[in-house]
């Protein structure tokens, strides 16, 4: 059997299917179906962002974004962290054990409003911030990743959310999300901009690709699956990019479209999107597949009559054999704005009586009434005696889960099932599904679960792995993705106190790490620990950086 030791640190909750208490030796095993290999996954260092003179934790640092996004540069061997509440960028030294050390800030406050993003190559690091007005173009800024000083900017298009350097470090590419403002009365188109560094970086060259050329086959694309459905949006408008990951070769990249349960696939040669891929919907009625649903029952988790879409956030691209991969992190997220949402509770809309018999039963908050669901989906075209559409299938916000799927096609070739929800409830049992910034347990069931936002991966002696950051139920899954049509689930790691009252000063301080936002893989051979890879996971609401070293023998 294969062994897994998950180990404690800080005296803070990490395990697997069981809990484990004591010091930094205490440990629990569980296990797989491999004799010759032993995982470890130990803490080895954190670092709190402190909060400012003057200011507590909880009105300063707490749920703040204060670590959003991670990367790692191996030239330097140092984490650079996005505060995105303070526009500032987190220096992070590593020293041969794995401990953590502020030792700068790059300070980005004079060049506009959030610092969404960053990303780091062989010393220059580059900042995605979005303009004052939302909806106005953003920028990108590098800045000398030793002296911190700013070397150039690139104008990019409408709110950058991601930036990712190509393998070669050649180019820039942002995932421009383009969202609309709370009125829904201006709709800034979404798009990629590829930003040419070659030229250095104090002279960046900028081209955005933009969705136009499918405006005219929206129609097409609904009738494929991908949701175009903004009001009086044209489908450039509607495509909001999300996070982009590049095919190892730099030919091609891949951006999730996260609200329109989509893939865009851009050709980095030819320099233009050339796909739009739909991503199909979870069926939640087939056992493996169910879903906790209802705040109201505590830990059960279920089949149920409802389509999940998988509307990706984070995605990774790897290549087996030939083939180019994508590893999706199944989030889900909702348009709901003052000038339009598209939420909607089940036991608010009306049902067809013929696709649901049962009706008056599942629209009960302990069944299906309070689960957040589309309007936009699974309308019959009539209407109820109040005018009211009525409805015979229900879709709900993510898929709760981890996918991989073929990067040319978006084909589906393997999902996690409901194991994220079924092992965090067996954890915690009834403190299962718990909000980011509170403990109460199950108050997520209704809406998204645990919501797996953050995901990596990298090959540890020969064997392949993905690591999957849940931003409720905090803390990340390991599988084993070798074999890419039959993963094998390796272990959960949870540094997070269920226990505390998080509405304290003192109580947010000790809740340890919540709302992993980013997760990065740092290879054995960049690794600043001799031979030993290592995971740095980005905690947005507890405003801490976490690295873990891994060891498979």
Known sequence: ??????????????????????????????????????????????????????????????????????????????????????????????????????????DATAEGDSANSVAVYEGTVAVAIEADDTQAPGKVVFYSGTGLEKLGEATVGALPDMVTFTPDGSRVLVANEGEP???????????????????????????????EVFNDQADALRAKGVRIFGPNATA?????????????????????????????????????????LPLGYKDHSVAGQGIDPSNEDGLNIRTVPVMGMYQPDTIAAFEDGGT???????????RDYDGFSEEADVKDLSLDPDAFANAAALQEDAQLGDLKVTTTLGRTGETDGEGEPIYDALYAFGARSFSIRRADTAELVYDSGDDFERITGERYGDEFNNDNNENDGDSRSDNKGPEPEAIAYGVIDGRRYAFIGLERMGGFFVYD???????????YTNARDVSVDMDTENGALMAGDLGPESIVFIDAEQSPVPGVPLLAVGNEVSGSTTLYRLDLK
Request: include cysteine.
């Open 1 to 106: 059997m294969k062994h897994l030791t998950i180990c404690l640190a800080a005296g803070l909750a990490v395990a697997g299917l069981s809990g484990c208490t004591g010091d930094d030796n205490s440990s629990v095993e569980t296990t797989q179906d491999d004799p010759a290999t032993t995982l470890s996954v130990t803490q080895v260092g954190r670092y709190q962002v402190q909060a400012s003179a003057g200011e507590s934790f909880l009105d300063d640092i707490f749920d703040e974004g204060a670590a959003e996004i991670v990367t790692y540069d191996a030239t330097s061997q140092r984490l650079y962290v996005v505060n995105s509440n303070a526009k500032t960028v987190d220096v992070l030294a590593i020293d041969s054990s794995g401990s953590l050390m502020r030792m700068g800030q790059i």
């Open 181 to 211: 403002d709370d009125d829904y009365e201006n709709d800034p188109e979404g798009s990629i901009s590829v930003v040419d560094v070659t030229g250095g970086f104090n002279a960046p060259t900028v081209t955005t690709l933009g969705f």
């Open 236 to 276: 450039a408008q509607d495509f909001e990019p999300e996070y982009i990951a590049v095919a190892a070769d730099g030919q091609h990249a891949y951006a999730s479209l996260q609200e329109n349960n989509a893939i865009a696939v851009i050709d980095l040669a030819a320099m233009q999107i050339t796909d739009v």
């Open 324 to 334: 180019t991969y994508l590893l999706t992190a199944n989030e889900g997220d909702s």
């Open 481 to 491: 993705i070798t074999d890419v049509d039959a993963p094998e689930y390796v272990s």
